[in-house]
């Protein structure tokens, strides 16, 4: 299954592009930079520690806090703001019964939407993959293949649109999909493999 799936992937990436050097400035100059800097990062992170501890519902959820890239997390959304945006993104919204949700933006691009339904996630799960299937021709995503990886039933799916890998699974009531950039694996399938396997076993819900 790696190797097919590795072979996917390698079809899929292209080399990131090389930014030129950035020009020098004055010594005024780097000053007001570092300072704007220094600003801007405790701004992000006054966010970040915001939407996280300060909902109600944000410590009841977790994810990993780095990924084998080194990417960390440099968004995330939970409550009912998340929720909304899970149904919102759903043909049929209503049909979505979730309690909580959080959404978490990595800072290499991955996104991973989660999800609590309870009892009826997996049922929920299969529904959407059958649905998929059903309407691949219309939908950005491949048809999503299953297989089992950390004892769970896991759905891939690639992106026809760009190089991304789609990955989304159910355990202990909660339904997950991640949204893998391939680009920073392309020379390591080995780290893609990790990659899913850490995404399975350290998300989870605590509500």
């Known amino acids: ?3 097919a799936l590795w072979e996917r992937c390698s079809e899929l990436s292209e080399p990131a592009d090389v930014s030129p050097g950035q020009p020098q400035r004055s010594k005024m100059g780097r000053r007001r930079l570092a300072a704007a800097a220094v600003l801007a990062a405790l701004a992000a992170v006054a966010l970040v520690v915001f939407l996280v501890r300060g909902h109600p519902g944000g410590s009841a959820w977790s994810y990993p806090q780095r990924l084998p890239d080194g990417a960390r997390p440099v968004e995330v959304v939970v409550g009912e703001k998340a929720v909304e945006a899970t149904r919102g993104i759903h043909w049929e919204p209503g049909m979505i019964e979730i309690k909580d949700a959080a959404i978490v933006t990595y800072s290499d691009g991955t996104r991973l939407w989660l999800s609590y339904a309870g009892s009826r996630a997996c049922e929920l799960l299969d529904m959407m993959a059958r649905q998929m299937t059903l309407h691949q021709e219309e939908l950005p995503y491949t048809a999503p293949m299953s297989h089992t990886v950390e004892g769970a039933k896991v759905y891939i799916s690639f992106d026809k649109r760009t190089p991304k890998l789609h990955i989304f699974w159910c355990r202990d009531g909660v339904d997950a999909w991640a949204e893998i950039p ?21 998300t989870g819900y605590r509500g």
């Open 1 to 3: 299954m790696l190797r």
């Open 182 to 202: 391939l680009q920073p694996y392309q020379d390591s399938p080995g780290k893609l493999m990790d990659l899913m396997k850490l995404l399975i076993r350290e």
